[in-house]
């Protein structure tokens, strides 16, 4: 009986305002990016660059199920292409890594 009690009763007019119940951090701000270790790379986008060996990488789930693709360009030209289906229980992330992994073998 106690708890219909306390949900019958009106609330008071309390006004809560965001500063009263979390405070913003003060302080310095890093991007993990921006401070790499010696052992650590950073890809940045290089724009269009010509005459340049391309890989490209997906992996995908659609209605029609899951896979994994890449093709090389060179010059403009497709070199190499590979693609899989995979089992609906794999996940979009397992469908990157493998398409990932095959092309840089």
Known sequence: MTVLYRLRRQINDIIIQPDDLERRKVGWSRHPSNYLTQEQLRLE????ADNHIRLFTDGSK?????????YVMEDGVITHRWSTKLRDENTVFQAEILALKEAIQ
């Open 62 to 70: 659609t209605p029609n199920g899951m896979g994994a693709a890449f």
């Open 45 to 48: 986008d290089g724009g269009n």
